[in-house]
DNA sequence: GCCAACGTTGGC
DNA sequence: GCCAACGTTGGC
């Protein structure tokens, strides 16, 4: 059984949850991931319902900024074939194409973004891959515990 | 701006 | 198959 719950990074200066609220249908493709282990859990793990945390990295405030609802599986990431893109990948052919998005829906944004400092002092937070030291993955499976329990911190 | 951590690349 | 070099991520 897969994860049902996740976590996935953006920049703000990219691509802000508030940029996600502003699509027609609240909705949008989730290109440009471009590691193996995480494109393992877009293609094979993420399905439609499993709600995902929308962190926001690189600018303040960092932290989860809220949440959206996985409304479409895995399905190739065209951008990687697109040569002036910045996420394009001369490896990725229509027979091949190696990296995989999903579309996720926005739910809710949090009043007020749930900072990392204050998810690092949470003793129930503790084991959240988010939070371990050199973490750089973009998506990240999450308990349903850990889950609540930043909904909890957001006053959700 | 700095720098630690990590993944990828490429020479051998 | 090893590993040094390099580019990127991302918190501070």
Request: net charge negative; aromatic share 10%.
């Amino acid at each position: 059984m897969g994860a049902k719950y996740w976590l996935v990074k953006s920049e703000p200066s990219v691509y802000s949850i508030s940029d996600l609220s502003k699509e027609k249908t609240k909705t949008t493709y989730w290109d440009g991931v471009r590691n193996y282990q995480a494109r393992n859990f877009i293609r094979d793990d993420m399905k439609i319902g499993d709600l995902v945390l929308y962190y926001h990295s690189n600018d303040e405030p960092l932290g989860v900024a809220g949440y959206c609802e996985i409304v479409r599986e895995s399905y190739p990431d065209f951008t990687a074939q697109i040569s002036d893109n910045p996420h394009f990948d001369p490896k990725s052919t229509s027979e091949n194409p190696i990296w995989y998005m999903v579309d996720i829906k926005l739910i809710k944004i949090f009043k007020k973004v749930v900072g990392i400092a204050d998810m690092k002092e949470n003793p129930k937070l503790q084991a959240m891959r988010l939070l371990q030291r050199g973490n750089r993955l973009s998506v990240i499976p999450v308990s349903e515990q850990e889950f609540h329990e930043i909904l909890m911190m957001a006053g959700e």
